[in-house]
Nanobody, 124 residues
Framework: QVQLVESGGGLVQAGGSLRLSCAAA????????MGWFRQAPGKEREFVAH????????NYTDSVKGRFTISRDNAKNTVYLQMNSLKPEDTAVYYC?????????????????WGQGTQVTVSS
């Protein structure tokens, strides 16, 4: 059974940093695109960042560019999201997602597996 398990969320003050991890089990995703999405209270889930299978190409939503960095360690079957200069509007449940394709984009339907989410709360 394939599982994506996120960790690293928590409560942080504005301007602080967090590093989210997503460990995959049950299947290797070294040849697959991975992504992060988030859902704030009362809002729809939205794209945050994605990374192709090799790690050579990444993409971010405009609101996190220059602050967030997605990376992966295929040997560990893990993807990361380094979040710096956090703002209260970054508060959300963050979800890791994996595609069965080597590349994937910003749309949720492009991803086939999802984690259970980890809460990130940024206080002002």
């Amino acid at each position: 059974q394939v599982q994506l398990v996120e960790s690293g969320g928590g409560l942080v003050q504005a301007g602080g940093s967090l590093r989210l991890s997503c460990a995959a089990a049950g299947r290797t995703f070294s040849n697959n695109a991975m992504g992060w999405f988030r859902q704030a209270p009362g809002k729809e889930r939205e794209f945050v960042a994605h990374i192709i299978w090799s790690g050579s190409t990444t993409n971010y939503t405009d609101s996190v560019k220059g602050r967030f960095t997605i990376s992966r360690d295929n040997a560990k079957n893990t993807v990361y999201l380094q979040m710096n200069s956090l703002k209260p509007e970054d508060t959300a449940v963050y979800y890791c997602a994996a595609s069965l394709s080597v590349v994937a984009g910003t749309r949720q339907w492009e991803y086939d597996y999802w984690g259970q989410g980890t809460q990130v709360t940024v206080s002002s």
